[in-house]
Nanobody, 121 residues
Framework: QVQLVESGGGLVQAGGSLRLSCAASGRTFINYAMGWFRQAPGKEREFVAVISYSGLVKNSASSMKGRFTISRDNAKNTVYLQMNSLKPEDTAVYYC????WGIGPNEYSYWGQGTQVTVSS
């Protein structure tokens, strides 16, 4: 089992920045690719970004490229999502997940409880 706990969400004005953190415990963190997803009310869970176990390979959704950056610190068992130039449409609950490399939620076996991000206009 891997336990994941997100933090860093909150209320921010459009154009602002937030950095989300996801702390992992349990089974070896370095064995897993780590992903970020988000879900807005009434919408399906949406892929945001993924990072390989080594941290050397990354991918992010096209709508977030250049604004969101995923990173990880394997020594701290933590993955981060730096979000810049936030827009009201980025408002959602953000989840981190551990699993295989991929953009679909089914690729991930372990999920955090989510952290709310609200961007005001």
């Amino acid at each position: 089992q891997v336990q994941l706990v997100e933090s860093g969400g909150g209320l921010v004005q459009a154009g602002g920045s937030l950095r989300l953190s996801c702390a992992a415990s349990g089974r070896t963190f370095i064995n897993y690719a780590m992903g970020w997803f988000r879900q807005a009310p009434g919408k399906e869970r949406e892929f945001v970004a993924v990072i390989s176990y080594s941290g050397l390979v990354k991918n992010s959704a096209s709508s977030m490229k250049g604004r969101f950056t995923i990173s990880r610190d394997n020594a701290k068992n933590t993955v981060y999502l730096q979000m810049n130039s936030l827009k009201p449409e980025d408002t959602a609950v953000y989840y981190c997940a551990a699993g295989n490399w991929g953009i679909g939620p089914n690729e991930y076996s372990y999920w955090g409880q989510g952290t709310q991000v609200t961007v005001s206009s």
